[in-house]
């Protein structure tokens, strides 16, 4: 398998491959030039603040539109571009791209949006990583402090005097660090306190059980109140429901991401979305523990 031959290899295809595979090597090859192709695409799913009722952040999440498979999911094509390496490429358009169109928004008189962005494992293993990050800033003449990036757990466990450096030198820029799908990796709480990280993101998963399950409900409140005790922030992933809503509301967190408030937009329709925000926001803020 082309995986274990090492990175910057491509899949060979042959015949009495199934289904699955022929798409990914399909996916793999189309991968090249779809940069070029102009065929990726940013959405923005915004992060809504309980207490104020407003949208200070918003999330980039990148989408494929292929010419013949459709709109593709990066949970697809990100592992097959972080096979071959050509996730670094794509990092870098998906962060340019990112801060150009908050730019944008910007100048068109909206208030600042922080845009986080994702970033693999692959990307944070670039040795000139914090140059990439700094020149792209310069370029495009962004505030960092507008920028934020997400990592996850497993990224943490890497080389720690690499990771430490890096991610200090991106704090010093003045943008912030969250930790991506917390509590589903190897969680340590040491890596809290090591690493200079702003916000804490829980996971989707603990939020879905979270009117069933009273013990998931306990780890919620227990990763609320530790990021609390560090100074660090709390975003909660995947927030569907009223109830999902008023369960954290109780927990003390603030800052709410999911379908519940919007699915991920794109440019335009997240213009629209803050410009009507207040008004739509306001029933919650009314409200404090409305019901449906
Ligand atoms: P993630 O960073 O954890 O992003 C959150 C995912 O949850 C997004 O899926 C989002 O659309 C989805 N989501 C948001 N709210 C809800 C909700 O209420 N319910 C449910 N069921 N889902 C919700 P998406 O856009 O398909 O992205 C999947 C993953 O792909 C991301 O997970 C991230 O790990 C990766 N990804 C996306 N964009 C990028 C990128 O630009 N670079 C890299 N390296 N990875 C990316
Ligand atoms: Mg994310
Ligand atoms: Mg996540
Ligand atoms: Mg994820």
Request: net charge negative; aromatic share 10%; hydrophobic share 35%.
């Amino acid at each position: 398998r082309a995986k274990e031959q090492g990175k910057n290899q491509y899949r060979v295809y042959h015949s009495g491959m199934d289904i699955q595979s022929y798409r990914s090597f399909m996916l793999q090859n189309d991968l090249r030039k779809a940069i070029e192709r102009e065929e990726f695409t940013l959405v923005f799913q915004p992060r809504v603040d309980i207490d104020q009722g407003t949208i200070k952040s918003a999330e980039a999440l990148i989408r494929w539109e292929h010419l013949s498979w459709g709109t593709l999911s990066p949970s697809e094509f990100i592992p097959l571009a972080e096979e071959t390496g050509q996730i670094v490429k794509i990092g870098e358009w998906v962060l340019r791209n990112a801060l150009q169109q908050s730019s944008a928004w910007q100048k068109k008189g909206l208030p600042p949006i922080r845009v986080a962005v994702n970033f693999s494992a692959q990307q944070f293993l670039q040795k000139d990583l914090y140059e990439t990050i700094n020149g792209i800033l310069i370029e495009t003449n962004f505030n960092p402090e507008l920028l934020e990036i997400e990592i996850t757990e497993s990224i943490l466990m890497g080389n720690q005097t690499t990771i430490t450096k890096t991610l200090n030198q991106l704090r010093k820029l003045g943008v912030h660090i969250s930790i991506d799908d917390f509590g589903t990796g190897y969680s340590s709480l040491n890596y809290l306190r090591r690493f200079p990280v702003d916000t804490i993101k829980i996971d989707r998963s603990f939020i879905k059980d979270i009117s069933t399950l009273p013990k998931n409900n306990m780890l919620i409140s227990t990763i609320i109140s530790l990021a609390d005790s560090l100074n660090m922030s709390v975003v909660a992933e995947g927030v569907e429901t009223i109830e999902q809503l008023n369960i954290l509301r109780k927990y003390n967190c603030k800052v709410i991401q999911g379908y519940l408030f919007s699915p991920p937009l794109s440019p335009l329709d997240f213009e629209s979305f803050l410009q009507k925000s207040e008004e739509k926001l306001k029933f919650y803020t009314d409200n404090q523990s409305a019901s449906i």
